[in-house]
């Protein structure tokens, strides 16, 4: 496990290739999701998910512009984050269930 995006970025992916990576949107160095490009490059074919505590449509929207596959809101039951990573990992993008609802 790694804590910051320059931790991401020291470690060369050398083994198997990654399937998915999970960031949480407060992780340090993410900054906004402006430095999705680096890791979508660093990662290669490599799905990337968000967690956070924003539920804010334009938090989602902004993960989603800038790469990410899914956003997660931590608040979600643990057969629901399964469902998820599931359908990331399996080419789809998951975004909460009342995103059309969100201001």
Request: no cysteine; hydrophobic share 45%; glycine share 6%.
């Amino acid at each position: 496990m790694v804590q910051t995006l320059q931790d991401v970025l020291r470690h060369p992916v050398v083994h198997e290739p990654i399937s998915l990576a999970l960031f949480d949107r407060e992780m340090p160095g993410l900054d906004n999701f402006r430095s999705f490009p680096v890791l979508r490059k660093h990662l290669g074919a490599a799905r990337l998910a968000i967690t956070s505590s924003s539920a804010e449509k334009r938090d989602i929207i902004l993960a989603l512009e800038s790469g990410a596959h899914g956003y997660l809101l931590k608040t979600v039951n643990l057969a629901e984050i399964k469902r998820a990573l599931e359908l990331v990992i399996n080419g789809g993008i998951y975004v909460p269930a009342g995103l059309a609802d969100l201001d």
